[in-house]
């Protein structure tokens, strides 16, 4: 841990006073968690055994889940990169975006045990905020199914899934009209409702009190495995082994469901009308796997 610096304006930047409060204070901790490259380990367990012992100590589950969120909240704020060290494939790191308007270290601890990330990781993470921006956008009325229960425990609802059909890919148009543009965007961060029933049956597996923004991203997950014809038996083992793991991103969840693949018994349909009736059966399947006992 290392002494950090606050400046004055942080308290009245925009994208800081979106967040809770929990997750502006997460995040000032973070500096001083970092090097002095911006860089630090991402366990989950690392962080909060450093920023919040007590808490841990006295609540370990309640710690874990909010520091969790608020993990989360500035990732998708675009506030922080979580990507995996280019030279230990097991490995997460956290970096602090805009680290030098942060802070000014001016003598810098000599040699950093992490390397930074790739302009390409950077990209990545850009994208990943702005469909998280574009999805925050999205109204949260109640739709039928999925959303009515919720997350158990926070009194939470899902917003509903934008497409009616699971895996449904707009067209590009050459010329586009606003309403179009803004369709497009949100089709990007859209999920089928069958990806947001299975989100919902995770949650009530997991215990409940899975945060909304989370669910529907782990609904996003399982929506493109579930397009690409994975085996649900497949993509449950994996989503089980994310759960078990410390790791708390649902974008690492498609690097387990690859680790848990089962020899292939039967070929994959062809025709685009039998892949469609075979992906809804898929998510029967991967949704009864949730729904036979707790975690």
């Known amino acids: 841990m290392r002494i ?18 929990s997750a502006r204070l ?7 968690y970092v090097d002095d490259n911006g860089v630090g380990d991402a366990r989950l367990s690392s962080i909060v055994a450093d920023l919040y012992a007590h808490d841990l100590s006295c609540n370990l589950q309640e710690t874990l889940r909010s520091v969790s969120g608020d993990l989360q909240q500035l990732q998708n704020a675009g506030l922080i990169v979580m990507y995996t060290d280019p030279n230990q494939a097991r490995r997460e790191l956290v970096f602090i975006r805009n680290w030098d308007k942060h802070q000014v270290v001016n003598r810098p601890s000599k040699g950093h045990s992490y390397p930074l990330p790739t ?53 590009a148009n050459t010329r586009e009209t606003r309403a179009e543009v803004r ?33 529907i991203e782990i609904a996003q997950e399982v929506d493109t495995l579930l397009g690409d014809r994975i085996d649900p038996v497949q993509i449950a083992d994996g989503i ?14 498609p690097s387990f469901v690859a680790k848990a693949a089962r020899p292939a018994d039967t070929p994959k349909p062809t025709k685009a009308t039998l892949r469609a009736v075979s992906t809804l059966d898929d998510a029967e399947a ?7 006992g707790t975690a």
Not at 26 to 32: E, V, Y
Not at 136 to 162: F, M, N
Not at 196 to 205: G, K, L, M, P, V
Request: proline share 6%.
């Open 4 to 21: 950090r610096s606050i400046k004055p304006e942080f308290w009245r930047d925009e994208t800081i006073v979106s967040l809770p409060i």
């Open 183 to 215: 369709m497009r965007e949100l089709n990007a961060t859209a999920r089928s409702a069958e990806a947001d029933r299975f989100a919902t049956s995770f949650n009530q597996w997991a215990g409940g009190g899975i945060p909304s923004q989370t669910l």
């Open 240 to 253: 089980k082994a994310w759960h078990a793991s410390d790791r708390i991103y649902p974008s690492q969840i």
């Open 26 to 32: 997460t995040f000032i901790g973070l500096w001083s």
């Open 286 to 292: 991967l949704i009864a796997q949730f729904q036979e």
């Open 119 to 171: 302009a390409e990781m950077l990209d990545q993470a850009d994208t990943h905020a702005n469909c998280m921006s574009v999805s925050r956008d999205t109204p949260e009325t109640l739709s039928a199914g999925a959303g009515e229960q919720g997350s158990r425990g926070t009194g939470e609802s899902l917003p509903p899934a934008l497409r009616t059909e699971p895996h449904q890919r707009a067209s």
